[in-house]
């Protein structure tokens, strides 16, 4: 598809478990971020990635979560031994380059966690 | 780190009226940016600011950079039962976009 691919669009998974959530990004985009929205809350960022290495983790809340991005395409965020607080929609976007020059994200529809 | 501050949290208006938010920030950033989200999608740039000064329009949609680098405002002129949803301001930052909480906008018919 032309715009940004996420999956799962939802996960329920009990507490403890680990989790796998995959980003599409627009083909030809080097630059791709993962973002956090809990419930009525803002976009909390987690990581960002130009290519396949990742220049900025600072968001990642522990080191339960983690990222990779392969092929300088599809990423993969995991979260292990999940807890109630990771519940979520974990938004991911990518940009043309990186978006300290334009901002111009786009996003996905978001994979939507939740941990019983 | 740095923090966006918006207001109002939410507002409830009729349809046809104007509707006006503002976004500010502790920190100077260097581009502002007015995303929408609405239910079940991802944020959507509407307005990118690159220029502090800069007034900016898209439609119905104005926004402006603040001179001091900190602030932004954006205008929704005319509001239409379309213009539910989220509205979100960003600042740039090095290489990523720092989100400000969101404007919850409902227009009433």
């Known amino acids: 598809g032309a715009g940004v691919s996420q999956s799962p669009s939802n996960k329920v998974t009990e507490k403890g478990k680990d989790v796998e959530l995959r980003c599409d990004p627009i083909?030809?985009?080097?630059?791709l971020y993962w973002y956090r929205q809990s419930l009525g809350q803002g976009l909390e960022f987690l990581i960002y990635f130009q290519g396949n290495s990742a220049p900025d983790k600072s968001g990642l809340p522990s080191d339960r979560f983690s990222a990779e991005r392969t092929g300088g395409s599809v990423s993969t965020l995991t979260i292990q031994r999940t807890q109630q607080e990771d519940s979520a929609v974990y938004l991911c976007?990518?940009?043309?380059?990186?978006?300290?020059?334009?901002?111009?994200?786009?996003f996905g529809e978001g994979s939507r966690l939740t941990v019983l | 780190g740095q923090q966006l501050n918006q207001s109002p949290q939410s507002m409830f208006i009729q349809e046809g009226e104007d509707v006006s938010m503002n976004c500010t920030s502790s920190s100077i950033f260097n581009t502002w940016l007015w995303y929408k989200q609405e239910p079940g999608e991802g944020p959507v740039l509407l307005i990118a600011?690159?220029?502090?000064?800069e007034l900016t329009s898209n439609g119905r949609l104005t926004a402006q950079f603040g001179i001091t680098r900190k602030d932004s405002f954006l205008n929704i002129s005319a509001s239409i039962p379309s213009d539910v949803g989220i509205y979100f301001c960003?600042?740039?930052?090095?290489?990523?976009?720092?989100f400000g909480p969101g404007t919850s906008l409902s227009v009433i018919p």
């Open positions: 600011l690159y220029k502090a000064g």
């Open positions: 976007a990518s940009s043309p380059r990186t978006s300290g020059y334009t901002g111009e994200l786009f």
């Open positions: 960003g600042g740039t930052s090095y290489d990523k976009v720092i």
């Open positions: 083909s030809g985009h080097t630059a």
